[in-house]
């Protein structure tokens, strides 16, 4: 009788204790398509957040994924560059402690801050420094990336063409003579790494796609190989005119979202056309979420006229 008591007085003891530990991660409880990849987040609660204003003397704009406990995003410089910074860290009541800790780097900086009633307000301290950086952003609606609203020109004198695209979008020729990347100005969209992405180059089309003319159809692929009983292994492209230019519709290869600075996220869908301009050609390749900017962008298409000197 007196063993029995005993066990009861310790199950009763253990219950108490489990009640005061934290609940064990579990972790059928987390999501899995989410961007940047910088913490665990758990299904619910969720939230996610759009703001805007500065860090220091730096106007930015930034992104807050909160998951349970966890929270990722990042941030933007709204300048020359958009030099992005990722998040990740733990969400607390309304308190945030956060890192720019990702998978290819250590944290160097740290966001300690809390949001409410639609502002967030705090510290941004640099890993070396001793005067850390004021934060005071506010919560604004999502920004869109339907290309409404004004367009500018881009000219270049290393482009054959010239075209138009939003003004609020961000153009960078950092990667190469031969690529331009187009930016919509939502921080979500820069954290699953989704840009318009617009390639050149001379003669038949050699990448990402490539592509070759086998009589009056364009073909997968380097060779006309594709005779009547192999054409199943030969698929060719949807043509169309499109103001005097021929655009093809290579949207049927597949589509991965990807998150910045890696990590798979999802099977994804968008819209891919190369376009032919007598001897140049430009692939253009857009998420589906801006896919919608597509056709304006083709028709703004012009090839550069060549000034002779004098």
């Known amino acids: 009788m ?50 805007e204003g500065t860090i220091g003397k730096r106007p930015v704009r930034m992104y807050l994924d909160r998951g349970g406990s966890g929270v990722v995003g990042l941030f933007f410089d709204i300048g020359a560059d958009w030099q992005t910074t990722l998040l990740g860290g733990t969400w607390s009541h309304d308190s945030i402690d956060a890192s720019d800790a990702a998978n290819d780097h250590p944290a160097t900086a740290h966001l300690s801050a809390s949001l409410r009633e639609n502002h967030l307000k705090g510290i941004w301290t640099q890993s070396g420094t001793s005067q850390p950086e004021r934060v005071d952003l506010t919560v604004i609606p999502e920004p869109r990336c339907d290309g409404k609203g004004p367009w500018k020109r881009f000219e270049d004198p290393d482009w054959p ?40 180059g001379t003669g038949a089309p050699e990448g990402p796609t490539k592509m070759v003319q086998c009589g009056d159809s364009w073909i997968y692929g ?19 005119r499109m103001k005097s230019v021929t655009v093809l519709d290579v949207s049927e290869q597949e589509h991965r979202i990807y998150c910045l600075h890696g990590g798979y996220a999802a099977a994804g869908e968008g819209e891919d056309r190369v376009v032919m301009l007598r001897d140049q050609w430009l692939e253009i390749d857009a998420p589906l979420d801006t896919s919608g900017i597509m056709k304006r962008l083709i028709e703004s298409i012009t090839m550069r006229k060549h000034i002779q000197p004098e």
Not at 5 to 34: E, G, M, R
């Open 2 to 51: 007196r063993f029995i008591h005993a066990l009861w007085l310790l199950l009763i003891s253990a219950i108490a204790v489990s009640a005061q530990k934290p609940a064990a991660f579990d972790s059928q409880n987390l999501q899995t398509a989410y961007c940047p990849q910088t913490h665990d987040l758990e299904v619910e609660p969720s939230q996610k957040f759009f703001l």
């Open 222 to 240: 380097f060779q006309c190989r594709c005779g009547e009983q192999d054409s199943s292994r030969c698929p060719t492209a949807k043509a169309s």
């Open 161 to 200: 063409v010239t075209f138009s695209y939003p003004a609020s979008w961000h153009l960078d020729k950092s990667n190469g003579d031969d690529s331009i990347t187009l930016t919509c100005p939502n921080p979500s969209e820069i954290a699953f790494d989704q840009h318009i992405l617009i390639h050149r």
